[in-house]
């Protein structure tokens, strides 16, 4: 007997419900099944294009191959292979079952619309056994039913305060009695077509792309420098180190487990200080997992224009010559709006931007310009080196009004002297530009103003002046 353990949203060896899959199984007779620890790149993930804008930056597909070698390597050092595979995932799953007489597969529980019909594809020919690696509320005691799942956060909030019951983290994995891997030496001639993907390899520094990286954050942000203690406070931040947790990208590559981080800042409540800083982390992290069953509750209508609400209209977005000109100017930074610019650069050359950024930039695609909000959510898919498809696009939908909540419109100006009152970050981001003092936050000569942000064009000169 031969069992799949397919790795690819949970590269990592703590808490990983994947790597223990046949250990202690009652009834299993463990001592004839042999394992292979297994990942796939989807090709048209990482090099299609949906509404004609690539779905995946060279960046992003980089730290997902760094994130892949990493993880071969600390598999490795428990004597543990890993295939490695490139194309659709249906297929080459299938194909490697197939190959090695594997009579079934273990893979995490899918989020998003794609990856729940992969699963479906695979169920047709093989026998698989989903377990849910990456959700809080990932124990069927904890689990929400679906049908009974409110669209609205505070309602989902408050069904589980105050307990916020979390399902426990595992230890992190040591090869188990009767389980029986193939090794290093097994699996290297089940990887060939990944070597197509050599080309594009490039050793990265870069937040998640590996589990040690992780996990070293975590303990620095919560334990050594105890920046959770601000985080509420600080959270509103545009650049910098310690504004934020940045746990966004391993949690989104499955590098880092959510319910261990969790873990660990309850663990800090208890030992150091709980207060309103470590509720709110908790309070994120709860919203992540909101999107997350919300993506399972309502699946591929989060695609369609008005996503939840509304009828179904899955037609691409059309914009005409002085939209796409506008849209292509917002993806490069260039629309005239230093506060956006701004963010938009930062996007391009990190794969990263803060909260207050994101709100910011979503809002005038969609508010003031007028852009369907599906080209926003597919620019960030390509950029983000965060992106998770349910938090990124549940958040584009929610900010249109056309998810979980009305429609959310920012005062661009507004925004941008509360939170870069100096202009400091637009300074960073964009040293072409010369005003000094908040006067950097006049949008360019020829840029339309919308009629909101005029009172608050006028407070530049003012807060210049004082």
């Not at 426990?168 to 699996?187: M, T």
């Not at 601000?230 to 590098?255: D, E, M, V």
């Not at 009828?311 to 956006?340: K, Y």
């Not at 909101?452 to 530049?460: E, G, M, R, V, Y």
Request: glycine share 6%.
């Amino acid at each position: 007997m031969t069992s799949l353990v397919w790795l690819d949203q949970a590269l990592r060896l703590h808490d990983n419900p994947l790597l223990w899959c046949n250990a202690n199984t009652p009834g299993q007779n463990s001592s004839s099944c042999r394992l292979v620890a297994v990942v796939c790149v989807d090709q048209a993930a990482y090099f299609s294009r949906q509404y004609g804008v690539a779905r995946a930056s060279l960046l992003r597909l980089q730290q997902q191959l760094q994130l892949i070698a990493n993880t071969r390597q600390a598999l490795a050092r428990l004597n543990i292979g890993l295939v490695t595979l490139f194309g659709e995932p249906a297929t080459e799953i299938s194909s490697l079952a197939t190959a090695l007489q594997a009579n079934q597969i273990f893979a995490a529980t899918p989020t998003g619309y794609h990856e729940q019909q992969t699963i479906a594809r695979l169920k047709l020919q093989h026998q698989v056994t989903t377990l849910d690696v990456n959700s809080l509320l990932g124990s069927p005691d904890l689990a929400p039913q679906l049908h009974q799942l409110p669209d609205s956060f505070s309602a989902f909030r408050k069904q589980r305060e105050p307990l916020l019951q979390v399902t426990p983290a595992l230890a992190e994995y040591q090869i188990q009695p009767g389980q029986h891997w193939y090794c290093p030496a097994d699996v290297a001639a089940f990887s060939e077509n990944f070597s197509q993907l050599a080309m594009f390899s490039q050793p990265l520094a870069q937040p998640g792309s590996s589990e040690q990286d992780a996990l070293q954050r975590l303990d620095d942000y919560i334990w050594q420098q105890q920046a959770i203690r601000h985080y509420k406070i600080s959270r509103n931040g545009l650049l910098g180190n310690y504004y934020a947790s940045k746990f966004s990208a391993p949690l989104a590559t499955g590098c880092l487990s959510a319910r261990f981080c969790w873990q660990q800042i309850v663990r800090f409540e208890q030992q150091q200080q709980a207060n309103d800083s470590t509720y709110w982390l908790k309070f994120e992290l709860l919203w992540r997992e909101f999107f997350r069953w919300q993506f399972r509750k309502y699946g591929k209508a989060w695609f369609s224009r008005h996503a939840i609400k509304g009828p179904a209209d899955f037609s691409p977005p059309s914009l005409p010559h002085a939209q796409q000109q506008a849209f292509n100017q917002w993806c490069a930074g260039n629309t005239g709006v230093p506060f956006v610019d701004a963010n938009m650069r930062l996007l391009n050359t990190s794969g990263l931007m803060s909260n207050r950024g994101r709100q910011n930039v979503a809002s005038y695609l969609m508010h003031d310009l007028g852009i369907d909000w599906r080209l926003g959510a597919a620019y960030f898919e390509q950029r983000l080196l965060d992106y998770d498809v349910a938090s990124n696009w549940g958040n584009w939908a929610y900010i249109a009004g056309s998810g979980n909540s009305t429609e959310r419109q920012f005062n661009l100006i507004k925004q941008a002297l509360c939170y870069d009152p100096a202009g400091d970050f637009v300074r960073i981001m964009l040293p072409e530009l010369t005003a000094t003092g908040s006067l950097i936050h006049q949008p360019a000569p020829g840029v339309k103003v919308p009629a909101h942000w005029q009172s608050w064009l006028a407070k530049l000169s003012d807060r210049s002046n004082s």
